[in-house]
Structures are given as structure tokens and as C-alpha cells.
């Protein structure tokens, strides 16, 4: 059989049972707060630092394109390749498609495709400006260029 427990005790027990609940739910919401926002607010586009040139191009050259999604979380992701020794940024939206269907890159057949199995040159898709300054490559996200060689 439980003993009774004093009034000023229940009391203290409500009390502290309340502040670990208070306790609780404001760190969960300074959790949510620090990681639950991107860095950039979705759709105010910026420059984006994709890495090192010399890594990237020797990545890209032997391995395959490397992705990046976008970082306000919007559609703007993309994929840095080389065209005739130059650095490109790919949007992995496919012409005539939409963000649920980007573009990959098959490793079996070394090209890009999106989720039908639509195999795409990287001539054939939009592209953001790109740049390489002191070494590092940089991608404008701010404007989504057509592609070198539109489809259809």
C-alpha cells in the first residue's frame, strides 16, 4: 500500500514535474529552431561555393558528376560536370519535366538521365552560371540559364 504523501511534498512534485516539462519542450523547440531552418531562406538565391576546383575536376573527371541539392531547400538543386574541360552546373530539373523527376547520372552507361530512364547530354540541360575564382569553383544560383543545346 503507497503512503500517503503530504501536501507540500505533492506540491513540490507538481512543480518539479512541471519545469522538467517545461525544460523539455524548450529544448525541443531550440533543436527544431537550430536545425529545422535552411541557412538561406527558399527562393533568395545566392553564389554557392561547390569546393576546390583542382578536387572537384579531378572527381568529376575519373568518377562521375557530382550533385549538390539545393541549399534553401527549394528546386534548384544541381550537378557539377565538365564540357570540353569547363566547369558546368547542371539544374537536375529535365527539360519538360518537373523537381519529382530530376536527372541522375547512370553509371552503367556514363550518361544523365531522369526517372523514366530518358537519357539526357549535358548540352541538353539548363544550366546556372559557373565560375572558377582563386581555385574555387563557384555556382550563381540566382538565374537559371537554357541549356548549350535545348531538346526537341
Known amino acids: 500500500m503507497l503512503a500517503r504523501v503530504p501536501p507540500a511534498q505533492r506540491r513540490m ?3 518539479v514535474a512541471a519545469a522538467a ?11 527544431l529552431l537550430a536545425s529545422g ?8 538565391y545566392e553564389p554557392f561555393v561547390a569546393g576546390n576546383a583542382a578536387t572537384l575536376g579531378q572527381m568529376v573527371a ?7 541539392a539545393d ?7 544541381f550537378a557539377v560536370a565538365l564540357e570540353d574541360g569547363d566547369f558546368v552546373a547542371l539544374h537536375v530539373v529535365p527539360p519538360g519535366g518537373s523537381a519529382a523527376c ?4 547512370d553509371l552503367r552507361d556514363k550518361r544523365f538521365e531522369d526517372c523514366r530512364d530518358t537519357p539526357f547530354a549535358s548540352e541538353q ?7 572558377v575564382t582563386d581555385g574555387v569553383v563557384i555556382v550563381d544560383l540566382r538565374a537559371i ?8
Open 13 to 15: 512534485l507538481i512543480l
Open 21 to 31: 516539462v517545461a525544460a523539455g519542450i524548450f529544448v525541443g523547440v531550440a533543436i
Open 37 to 44: 531552418r535552411p541557412a538561406v531562406r527558399p527562393g533568395r
Open 62 to 68: 575519373t568518377e562521375q558528376p557530382i550533385f549538390y
Open 71 to 77: 541549399p534553401t531547400g527549394g528546386t534548384r538543386g
Open 102 to 105: 530530376p536527372i541522375d547520372w
Open 125 to 131: 540541360l539548363r544550366r546556372f552560371k559557373t565560375e
Open 145 to 152: 540559364e537554357p541549356a548549350a543545346r535545348p531538346t526537341g
